[in-house]
């Protein structure tokens, strides 16, 4: 079945207990990038978030800079990635980086 939306992007509201100041959206991600730092970096046009168990995410402020995806469901699916290189996280659960993030999924057209 379709999504409604047609092509979406991922709005990210927070990453992990940091909200945001203003709005940022998925720009690329890699899961299975090796940590070589764990800060995040803040850039004038958006963020890099190292993930301490590996992982690596782009956001842009720039909305037409996002990553498109197919649908809502390809869109949940990548944020729901297992990371290859370290499928499992210290504590015993899958290592899905991007579950860090707190997001809006919405269309990548605006009407």
Do not use: Q
């Not at 409604?4 to 509201?13: H, Q, R, T, Y």
């Not at 690329?28 to 800060?39: L, R």
């Not at 498109?68 to 499992?88: G, I």
């Amino acid at each position: 079945m379709a999504d409604s939306f047609g092509e979406v992007i991922i709005k990210v509201i927070a990453a992990a207990d940091h909200e945001f100041g203003r709005a940022f959206w998925l720009e690329s991600y890699n899961a299975d990038v090796e940590p070589t730092i764990t800060e995040s970096v803040l850039l004038a046009d958006g963020v890099l978030i190292n993930g301490a168990f590996g992982g690596r995410i782009w956001l842009t402020a720039n909305r037409d800079e996002a990553r498109k995806f197919a649908s809502a469901s390809a869109a949940l699916e990548a944020w729901n990635t297992v990371s290859k290189s370290r499928p499992v996280r210290p504590d015993g659960r899958p290592n899905k980086p991007l579950t860090a993030l707190s997001i809006h999924v919405e269309p990548a057209r605006l009407s």
